[in-house]
């Protein structure tokens, strides 16, 4: 073993005992369960007596105080949903990002993103980054939000930045394909798991459906998870 290796051992003993608590939350029937105790040991046995190696995992660091103070510490929490609205809309480039955190849930998000509009904050993200970085924010607004009217949202977003007007008309052409290749692999889904329900054999299930055994095999998979 590297020595670098050695004097992370700290480090490889934590890492180990974090997956020991992944495997066992994902086996846990019990969502609330807490996790169990793992009580670290290193067995040695080598050449160099004593062990030359640090077992504290703050050795590992080097600047050891800033890391007792930060592993020793609760997470830092930012709550977007008790932050004023006023108050996020000034964080600079990631105000509009930490907006629609905010109301990506809201059963329709169409009033909140004409505040946006009327306020220029997706123009002034526009002008202070590449305009790659706005259509993917407007992307992932469409797609994960819940928004009435598209076409009336992406018609007032090109009202008041109409030097984007093909980019956003290119990008809602884009979501439209997407929206219906989601949609054909969603009814492509559901016929693959009504079948298994009645076949109970995933081989006939792939043979009647034209699908490889493998993607029945990930889409059951995916539909048994959810």
């Given amino acids: 073993m590297a020595g670098l290796e050695r004097s992370l051992m700290p480090f490889r003993v934590f890492k180990y005992m974090c997956l020991i608590w992944d495997k066992?939350?994902?086996?846990?029937?019990?969502?609330?369960?807490?996790?169990?105790?793992?009580?670290?040991?290193?067995?040695?046995?080598?050449?160099?007596?004593p062990y030359p190696y640090s077992c504290d995992l703050?050795?590992?660091?080097?600047d050891k105080g800033l890391a007792k103070e930060i592993l020793q510490s609760p997470v830092q929490l930012i709550d977007v949903t008790r932050i004023p609205d006023e108050e996020?809309?000034?964080h600079g480039t990631a105000a509009v990002f930490e907006l629609l955190q905010k109301h990506i849930f809201e059963r329709d998000m169409q009033d909140f993103l004409r505040w946006v509009i009327k306020e220029g904050l997706f123009q002034w993200l526009r002008n202070e980054t590449d305009g790659e970085y706005l259509l993917h924010v407007l992307k992932y607004t469409i797609n994960q939000g819940e928004i009435q009217d598209v076409n009336k949202f992406l018609a007032e977003l090109t009202e008041s930045m109409p030097n984007e007007e093909e980019k956003i008309m290119t990008m809602a052409e884009q979501l439209r394909q997407q929206g219906m290749q989601q949609g054909m692999q969603q009814e492509q889904a559901r016929i693959v798991v009504n079948l298994y329900r009645t076949l109970k054999d995933e081989e006939k299930v792939a043979e009647l459906s034209?699908?490889?055994?493998?993607?029945?095999?990930?889409?059951?998979?995916e539909k048994s998870s959810h």
Avoid at 58 to 62: P, Y
Avoid at 210 to 221: A, D, N
């Fill in 24 to 49: 066992y939350i994902k086996n846990s029937s019990d969502k609330e369960a807490k996790l169990p105790i793992i009580y670290p040991l290193i067995f040695y046995h080598g050449r160099e007596r």
């Fill in 58 to 62: 703050l050795d590992c660091f080097d």
């Fill in 88 to 90: 996020l809309k000034n």
């Fill in 210 to 221: 034209g699908l490889s055994l493998e993607k029945i095999k990930i889409i059951l998979k």
